[in-house]
């Protein structure tokens, strides 16, 4: 028998549900919707890269100093017409012999940075000297980038004993000392009658990618040792794909970036390279101009205390060069790298 609720019992109220509903938590935003008449596109890496490049004054600024200092190293020939004075002639209104001991002129309107000991335009010099400068830093830092990629590509893909013999090279290449071995090359290089057997310039490109080349193999060597495991390269792979369209196909692309970085900090290495040798007496020599053996003949002769334009000229081009490409390599890994520091924390 079912209990009757009493007359002084209290009957509960309905439970009515909140018409409002439970708090929802908030959902991802949502997708960007393109104005009327504009489409939505999406970018590609490279386009990305560049975007961000853009974004980075000071990178921008050294690549036009780097482009400036190209064309100017091109026109050499032109500006040296337009000024009157090439770069190995001895002017004689370039030595000031009012006073006891003939010295080389101070900067003016007919010698734009002076003149060095023999009278020589030490403007037009300097600005041949941009030549061999680039020219040896380009050149020597194409050939380490290619024999290095090709030998850290097979180090790295193959593995095995080709891996071991190829990673035991680069060790040997790596234990050579530079500046002796530059000093046996050179030596060799003379005949009987103390001239050379080839170009001192092609020389200097040869010791200097003699010793960068495995900078560049173990670069590669290591980002392929990562990449060969990927499931891009196992798809390749049962697809049929031979090592060597792995290799240059899906392998190659993603190592682009990396020696594109890589490149542009070594060549103002390879710059310092060849100033070295060439102030040492052991690349390029008077008269043809580079600023290595500029530098050295301010310092043998002791004019740069009373012409100054002597040491500064190819000093600072020096400086400038070195620091352009510098700046310029650091801009290009951050725009190359999304993942780095340094972009995020601009982004």
């Not at 002084?8 to 908030?26: E, F, H, S």
């Not at 090439?86 to 006891?100: E, F, K, Q, V």
């Not at 060597?244 to 970036?257: H, I, K, S, T, Y």
Request: glycine share 8%; hydrophobic share 50%.
């Amino acid at each position: 028998m079912s209990e009757q609720a009493g007359p002084d019992a209290t009957i509960p109220a309905p439970v009515t549900a909140d018409p409002a509903g439970p708090p929802k938590r908030p959902g991802p935003p949502p997708p960007p919707t393109a104005s009327p008449g504009k489409s939505v596109t999406a970018r590609t890496p490279l386009q990305l890269a560049m975007a961000r490049l853009r974004r980075d004054k000071v990178a921008l600024a050294a690549g036009v100093l780097l482009i400036l200092l190209i064309l100017v190293a091109v026109c050499a020939p032109l500006i040296a017409k337009l000024v009157g004075h090439d770069p190995t002639t001895n002017y004689p209104d370039g030595i000031d012999a009012s006073g006891l001991l003939p010295v080389p002129v101070t900067p003016g309107p007919g010698f734009l940075l002076g003149a060095d000991q023999l009278g020589r335009d030490v403007f037009v010099r300097t600005l041949y000297g941009a030549r061999i400068s680039l020219l040896v830093g380009m050149v020597a830092t194409a050939i380490a980038l290619v024999v290095g990629t090709t030998v850290g590509l097979l180090a790295g893909f193959v593995g095995g004993k080709t891996d071991t013999v190829l990673s035991r090279i680069i060790d040997i290449f790596l234990s050579f000392p530079f500046l002796v071995t530059a000093l046996t090359l050179v030596a060799l290089n003379r005949d009987a009658f103390g001239q050379p057997r080839i170009s001192p310039i092609l020389l200097v490109m040869a010791v200097i990618s003699l010793f960068t080349w495995t900078f560049f193999a173990r670069l590669v060597r290591g980002q392929v040792l990562s990449l060969r495991e990927r499931e891009f390269v196992e798809a390749a792979r049962s697809l049929g794909a031979s090592n060597f369209r792995v290799m240059v196909v899906d392998l190659m692309p993603n190592l682009v970036a990396p020696l594109i970085v890589y490149a542009t900090l070594q060549i103002p290495l390879n710059i310092v390279f060849e100033a070295t040798l060439s102030y040492l007496g052991v690349g390029v020599r008077a008269p043809t101009a580079s600023w290595g053996n500029m530098l050295f003949d301010a310092q043998a002769s002791g004019y740069y205390q009373t012409q100054p334009g002597f040491l500064l000229g190819p000093g600072i081009a020096l400086l400038l060069t070195v620091l352009a490409f510098n700046l310029l390599g650091d801009g290009l890994r951050d725009a190359l790298d999304p993942r780095s520091s340094r972009t995020m924390a601009k982004d």
